[in-house]
């Protein structure tokens, strides 16, 4: 059974950093490509930054660029996504999801999601 789970999430002020990890197991990660995406409240879910299995490619939204950084530790079965300058407009839940096909971030592509992490930036 494929599980996927967030953790990291916290309460932060503005210009602060946070890094979120995500813990796979059922599958063996170096064959998907993993993504993090997140929902903030009235709002549909956006793909923040995402990373293919084993091309190295990256991809990362406009609004987070230079400032979030995404990685992968296959040997550990982990992916993290560390968040510097956070701003307020990042509030949201932020969700790992993975999926075998090469398209990033397009979250219909995605077929095993975690439960989330809550990421609250606010002074």
């Known amino acids: 059974q494929v599980q996927l789970v967030e953790a990291g999430g916290g309460l932060v002020q503005p210009g602060g950093s946070l890094r979120l990890s995500c813990a796979a197991s059922g599958l063996t990660l170096d064959h998907y490509a993993i993504g993090w995406f997140r929902q903030a409240p009235g709002k549909e879910r956006e793909g923040v930054s995402c990373?293919?299995?084993?091309?190295?490619?990256?991809y990362y939204a406009d609004s987070v660029k230079g400032r979030f950084t995404i990685s992968r530790d296959n040997a550990k079965n982990m992916v993290y996504l560390q968040m510097n300058n956070l701003k307020p407009e990042d509030t949201a839940v932020y969700y790992c999801?993975?999926?075998?096909?090469?398209?990033?971030?397009?979250?219909?592509?995605?077929?095993?999601w975690g439960m989330g992490t809550q990421v609250t930036v606010s002074s």
């Open positions: 999801a993975a999926t075998v096909l090469l398209r990033l971030c397009v979250l219909k592509d995605y077929d095993y």
């Open positions: 990373i293919s299995s084993s091309y190295g490619g990256t």
